[in-house]
């Protein structure tokens, strides 16, 4: 196999970020509400991964990646007038969260979106717009306390 083959192998069998106080209840709050909000309909939870020839440890697997790997139409706010194949300029796959609450730790920051205009979760949250206006809407309109609880969980995955 050539250098490209083995990398991809290699970036496919890499191994998820273990969740993160997953028990304590102001995450379990904060799941909830990431739930209550309408976040998860396109941070999709849960997912199970198909059979990949080859691979058997990364095939027929339960994840938690938080996605629906979709585009959706983000607002104006996000849009950068850049349109990239059949996405628009407002248009944005949505990303996976998990490990989210480990960047810091990592890239040694805590920019976030896909310019990095974003510092942490709850400015990332609120530059949302366009499908997910609802939502950012639940969070911005939510007592401190319960939106520092969905940042909590956020961070946990």
């Excluded at 969740?19 to 799941?31: C, I, Q, S, T, Y």
């Excluded at 974003?118 to 530059?127: D, K, P, S, T, Y």
Aim: net charge negative.
């Amino acid at each position: 196999a050539d250098t490209f083959e083995r990398t991809v192998i290699y970036t496919s069998l890499l191994a998820v970020p273990v969740r993160r106080n997953w028990e304590d209840p102001v995450v379990l709050r904060g799941k909830h509400l990431f739930n209550e909000a309408g976040c998860a309909s396109c941070h999709k939870p849960h997912w199970d991964t198909g059979l990949l020839e080859g691979l058997p440890e990364v095939s027929e697997q339960s994840i938690w990646p938080y996605t629906d790997l979709m585009l959706h139409d983000m607002g104006q706010a996000l849009a950068d007038a850049r349109p990239v194949h059949g996405a628009g300029g407002s248009e944005w796959r949505t990303p996976p969260l998990w490990g989210l609450g480990l960047v810091p730790d990592v890239n040694k920051h805590d920019r976030l979106l896909h310019d990095g205009r974003a510092r942490g979760v709850a400015e990332a949250i609120l530059w949302h717009g366009g499908e997910a206006e609802s939502s950012r809407e639940e969070f911005r309109l939510m007592p401190a306390e319960d939106r520092a609880a969905l940042v909590t969980f956020v961070e946990s995955l």
